[in-house]
């Protein structure tokens, strides 16, 4: 099992910053593959990043590449998301995930397994 807790959500002005954490704990952590999907109101989750915790490698959704970066923190299995110059377009809960398996990468919300409890951006124009 592993337990997953965003927090870092708030409101925001356009273009601003935030910066989520989601803090893992359960089980080893070497074998996760763990992401970030965000929903707004009347749409389809969608992906934003997803980061294989043994290595580091990363992926991101190609339309928020150069303003959304994931990292993750291994001493405080801790991962997160970097949101820079917000648009109102950005506004959703935003999830963390995570998948056991040895595809290091995937953006579909089907194969995450553990899901956190999702924390509300809210970017104001």
């Known amino acids: 099992q592993v337990r997953l807790v965003e927090s870092g959500g708030g409101l925001v002005q356009a273009g601003g910053s935030l910066r989520l954490s989601c803090a893992a704990s359960?089980?080893?952590?070497?074998?996760?593959?763990m992401g970030w999907f965000r929903q707004a109101p009347g749409k389809e989750r969608e992906f934003v990043a997803c980061?294989?915790?043994?290595?580091?490698?990363?992926s991101h959704e190609d339309s928020l590449k150069g303003r959304f970066t994931i990292a993750r923190d291994d001493a405080k299995s801790t991962m997160y998301l970097q949101m820079n110059t917000l648009k109102s377009e950005d506004t959703a809960v935003y999830y963390c995930?995570?998948?056991?398996?040895?595809?290091?990468?995937?953006?579909?919300?089907?194969?995450?397994?553990?899901w956190g409890q999702g924390t509300q951006v809210t970017v104001s124009s």
């Open positions: 995930a995570a998948y056991i398996g040895l595809t290091p990468h995937s953006s579909r919300s089907s194969d995450y397994t553990y």
């Open positions: 359960g089980r080893t952590l070497g074998a996760l593959t």
């Open positions: 980061i294989r915790w043994s290595g580091g490698a990363k």
